[in-house]
């Protein structure tokens, strides 16, 4: 998987390429990205997009324009019709539970506790996370708070991504900070774990930007160690790669297209 950036994952599983909630500019509705560009070629040749929301920072539509209308896109129910009317009309609605192939892996929906619906006056759409399976087994959380369902993925998640922030000074209910991601991932056990959802998008001007955008996932991995010693703990900086392999995993090689 390449972390993009905030809530954009790069899954590459089986010959399989997904982008998880692509915000691939330099603002996303009233937020500025801080940390680096987009690498060109980066979220080529892919094969469906995953989208969470449909909040600004999560559905944000030039960014799903640049990957083209005819790109396949799950989403959660009520947003295929906000997505059609932006040009955006190959969505399939998913509710927890439903699971949709594409190319060699299944895509679930999973349950999350957050509001979805699309300020101010928006689509009152839901909120999902995703489970990507294939050989191995990704979960990519969206935003959420704990809820009860997620103890059931325990032992079946290789890789989980798991929001620690967001982009103010705070984070409010229906999302997960350190230490509510902590205790998620002691719940869902993944093998390894790779924080997002942080670090990469601020408030404009006249707002201050924040002094040291990577604290949040930093305390994420002290929490770790003390909450879940058992998984391993891998923070990347936007546009890094990790690989998990049988054999050993690897960090750092450069993703396809850069």
């Known amino acids: ?17 997904l982008l998880t909630d692509p915000v691939l500019g330099e603002r996303a509705g009233p937020l500025v990205r801080i940390a680096g560009g987009v690498t060109g070629g980066l979220c080529d040749d892919l094969d469906a997009v995953l989208i969470s929301h449909l909040h600004a920072d999560h559905a944000d539509v030039p960014s799903l324009r640049r990957l083209g209308g005819a790109t396949r896109i799950l989403a959660p129910p009520g947003a295929a019709r906000w997505l059609a009317r932006r040009g955006l009309g190959r969505a399939e609605e998913l509710l927890p539970g439903e699971r949709a192939s594409v190319g060699a892996v299944q895509v679930t929906a999973t349950p999350a506790a957050h509001d979805g619906r699309r300020w101010p006056l928006g689509a009152a759409a839901a909120a999902i996370g995703f489970v990507v399976g294939g050989s191995q087994r990704c979960y990519f959380a969206g935003d959420t708070d704990l809820y009860p369902e997620m103890s059931e993925l325990a032992g079946q998640i290789d890789l989980a991504l798991l929001p620690v922030w967001g982009w103010g000074p705070h984070v409010g209910a229906g999302h997960l900070d350190p230490a509510r991601a902590s205790a998620a991932a002691r719940m869902i056990k993944p093998r390894v774990v790779v924080p997002i959802h942080w670090g990469t998008l601020a408030r404009g001007w006249p707002f201050r930007r924040p002094a040291d955008p990577a604290e949040p996932a930093r305390r994420f991995s002290r929490l770790m160690a003390v909450e879940a010693p058992s998984v391993e703990v891998r923070v990347l900086a936007p546009g890094e790669r990790t690989e998990l392999q049988s054999a050993g995993p690897t960090v750092g090689r450069p993703a396809r297209g850069t």
């Open 1 to 17: 998987m390449t972390w993009v950036g905030h809530a954009s994952v790069l899954i590459e599983l089986d010959g399989t390429r």
